[in-house]
């Protein structure tokens, strides 16, 4: 299944995330502030397929208890953890069968006008 096709069947129809594609790149604009500073409010992430797997350490698209969400992932305690880089916010472990990798950030590209 394409990324623009399994992201629009993951996301809530109340608020349907804002993407689009250049040049065959997927991006999308995530929302809130569970990843600042890292991704601000205005920037879009690119998102690769990772065909639902965990591929090492890094930023992911995810969908966990319904909610399609940006968080940083990293193998811990056998265990994953799942992260914001906002330190308002904690961590929780879950293993990996517990919620659903939806693809893997490749690059954020910074809003430099708001």
Do not use: H
Not at 13 to 21: H, K, L, Q, S, V
Not at 78 to 94: F, K, P, R, S, V
Request: glycine share 10%; with cysteine.
């Amino acid at each position: 299944m394409n990324m623009p096709k399994l992201i629009l069947q993951r996301q809530s129809p109340r608020e349907p995330i804002p993407m689009f594609e250049i040049d065959g790149d997927f991006y999308i604009k995530p929302r809130g502030d569970g990843m600042k500073p890292t991704i601000e409010r205005g920037d879009f992430i690119n998102i690769v397929d990772c065909k639902g797997r965990y591929v090492g350490s890094g930023i992911y698209l995810v969908q966990i208890a319904g909610s399609v969400t940006v968080r940083r992932l990293d193998r811990r305690r056998g265990d994953i953890a799942i992260m914001c880089d906002n330190t308002i916010y904690g961590c929780e472990y879950a293993p990996e069968n517990s919620f659903r990798i939806l693809g893997k950030v490749r690059r954020v590209l910074k809003n430099t006008w708001l």
